[in-house]
């Protein structure tokens, strides 16, 4: 059996090792520029079995492939008409926890901005009569409710867990 055509449409960031299991499972072709047009996208991924893709291009051409697995790096693809698709014989994959690092990076940020008011001191050249940061609440022996245990939610925890 031959392998499957595999297309990435454009630069995805994948890391060497991804690149490598990715050529294991079948003929691959890189991009690493976004298609000018949602024509160039349809020249890239004809014959492909496999498309990664971002947004552009697919929005408008998704639909006009029979037969065609779609690897979509974001976490909903509700904006897609799953029933048309299942027509044509195409399935969509999404990757729900695909930014959980940086969301959850966010959450630990905001928390810290928030408990020390580090918001208060944007932009501020001098404290006024004080040496050193104020005393705000902190987050040593503290407690947190995280709702949730998904993706991001076990992430925050660990890092709540280690401060």
Do not use: H
């Amino acid at each position: 059996m031959d392998k499957p055509i595999i297309v990435v449409t454009s630069q995805m960031n994948f890391l060497p090792y991804q690149k490598e299991r990715l050529n294991s499972l079948g003929r691959v072709t890189f991009y690493n520029t976004l298609p000018n047009s949602p024509k160039e996208w349809i020249n890239r991924t004809k014959g492909a079995d496999i498309v990664c893709s971002g947004k552009y291009g697919l929005t408008e051409k998704i639909y006009e492939r029979k037969n065609v697995f779609y690897s979509l790096p974001f976490v909903a693809v509700g904006w897609i008409d799953k029933d048309i698709l299942m027509k044509s014989g195409n399935t969509v994959s999404y990757s729900p926890g695909c930014n959980s690092y940086a969301v959850s990076e966010w959450i630990i940020s905001m928390t810290f901005l928030l408990l020390r008011k580090f918001n208060y001191l944007i932009n501020t050249k001098k404290l006024k009569n004080k040496t050193g940061s104020p005393d705000y609440l902190g987050l040593a022996m503290k407690k947190a409710c995280i709702l949730g245990k998904g993706n991001v939610g076990s992430k925050v925890g660990k890092v709540y867990e280690s401060l």
